[in-house]
Each structure stands twice: as structure tokens, then as C-alpha cells.
């Protein structure tokens, strides 16, 4: 079946870039109809929402921080990244990546297992 | 951006008994668009109920969800252990994504 694994480094200093890769496997990032999307969630908090793409390149976003994202996908790799710049403690979080369907009901129906990010010097 | 609240924060229920969980959004949104999920400690959230009242694979029918318009509703029928944990409801609107703020169900 489909599984994604998110992989990346666990610290981060204040100011730098965080990057994340989602890795997919048993099945194709190029999937008709599949967005892939991260999601992070601060330690004891809930769930933000953060960009999604297609395998074409299109995405969609949290405005909130959409000047610092940036979402790419490598369907040669069958992977997904994020990129979030000029990171500060707050974004110290839990980041997942996950699928949703761009038609129909949604939501997140796959996830990834979650890799902690935290920002210290 | 489409707020979601959930209530109560804590629930405190006894295995057996029902769990009625709420999340209320700031504005309407379409049953197909709303969500719930289930989170355990150190564990990626689980879809429970997709379009509002539909179960996702796998789910036990003593999940159900219901509720329209701004007013949704997840109902546990019966409590088993394995059901303590904290729930998240989900919508898509105006192009975003949101999730609430959960409920802890916790053993009383």
C-alpha cells in the first residue's frame, strides 16, 4: 500500500531554512487527482495546515505563511519537498506530509509518520 | 479563513458510555468539506469520517458524524479503551485548508 516518510534534519538554527523531503512509495506522486500537502503540529498543539501540490507543479496555500514556504515536487524521485525560510522557535513543530483528492470530499486521507523539526541555536 | 471550534476541550467519559464531541464553524461549509480525525500520542492523525458523515476504511460504526451548514457532531456510540485520545475536525474553504483546535477524550 502507500506509505509516506518524511526525512530531513531534526535541528534547525533561528534564522536558517528548514527543508523537508516526502518520500512516497508503493505507489506514484504522479497519481491522477492526488495532492500531496504538509501539515505541522507544535508540540501540545493541534494541526496547521501548510501548502499542497500536484504533480504538475500546481499548489496551494496557507496565506499565513506563504511568503516563507516553498513547496516543490520531483516525480523522477517520487518525492516532495518543503522549504520554510527565516525559521524562528515557533516553527518548532511536528511536520507531516500527507494526500488529499482535489475533487469530491476532502481531506487527508494518508499520512506520514512525522518528523519533529526543532529551531535552536 | 474559515475558525473552527471544538467543544468541549476535555471530555471526561467512562468506557461504555457515549461521547458527543462539536465543532462549530465561523462561517457555513459544506458537509462534503468536513472532517474528523483521530490522534494518539506520538501518532500521525487517523481520517475517522470524510463529507461529514461518511466513515473512512476501516472505522468501527460506533463512529458516526453528523450535522450541517456551520454545526457538526461526532458521535462515539459506545466508548472502548482504545477511543481515549484527542479528535480534530478538518473543513476546506476559500482554497485552505483548517483544522480545530481538538478535544481530549479522556478516561474519567
Known amino acids: 500500500q502507500v506509505q509516506l516518510q518524511e526525512s530531513g534534519p531534526g535541528l534547525v538554527k533561528p534564522s536558517e531554512t528548514l527543508s523537508l523531503t516526502c518520500t512516497v512509495s508503493?505507489?506514484?506522486?504522479?497519481?491522477?487527482?492526488?495532492?500531496w500537502a504538509w501539515i505541522r503540529q507544535p508540540p501540545g498543539k493541534g494541526l496547521e495546515w501548510i501548502e499542497s501540490?500536484?504533480?504538475?507543479?500546481?499548489?496551494y496555500y496557507n496565506p499565513s505563511l506563504k511568503s516563507r514556504v516553498t513547496i516543490s515536487v520531483d516525480t523522477s524521485k517520487n518525492r516532495f519537498s518543503l522549504k520554510l525560510s527565516s525559521v524562528t522557535a515557533a516553527d518548532t513543530a511536528v511536520y507531516y506530509c500527507?494526500?488529499?483528492?482535489?475533487?469530491?470530499?476532502?481531506?487527508?486521507?494518508?499520512w506520514g509518520r512525522g518528523t519533529l523539526v526543532t529551531v535552536s541555536s | 479563513e474559515i475558525v473552527l471550534t471544538q467543544s468541549p476541550g476535555t471530555l471526561s467519559l467512562s468506557p461504555g458510555e457515549r461521547a458527543t464531541l462539536s465543532c462549530r464553524a465561523s462561517?457555513?461549509?459544506?458537509?462534503?468539506?468536513l472532517a474528523w480525525y483521530q490522534q494518539k500520542p506520538g501518532q500521525a492523525p487517523r481520517l475517522l469520517i470524510y463529507?461529514?458523515?461518511s466513515r473512512a476504511t476501516g472505522i468501527p460504526d460506533r463512529f458516526s458524524g453528523s450535522g450541517s451548514g456551520a454545526d457538526f457532531t461526532l458521535t462515539i456510540s459506545r466508548l472502548e479503551p482504545e477511543d481515549f485520545a484527542v479528535y480534530y475536525c478538518?473543513?476546506?474553504?476559500?482554497?485552505?485548508?483548517?483544522f480545530g483546535q481538538g478535544t481530549k477524550l479522556e478516561i474519567k
Open positions: 500527507a494526500r488529499h483528492l482535489n475533487w469530491g470530499a476532502r481531506y487527508f486521507d494518508l
Open positions: 501540490i500536484y504533480h504538475s507543479g500546481n499548489t
Open positions: 478538518q473543513q476546506y474553504g476559500n482554497s485552505m485548508y483548517t
Open positions: 508503493g505507489g506514484s506522486v504522479s497519481s491522477t487527482g492526488y495532492y
Open positions: 463529507g461529514a458523515s
Open positions: 462561517q457555513s461549509v459544506s458537509s462534503s468539506y
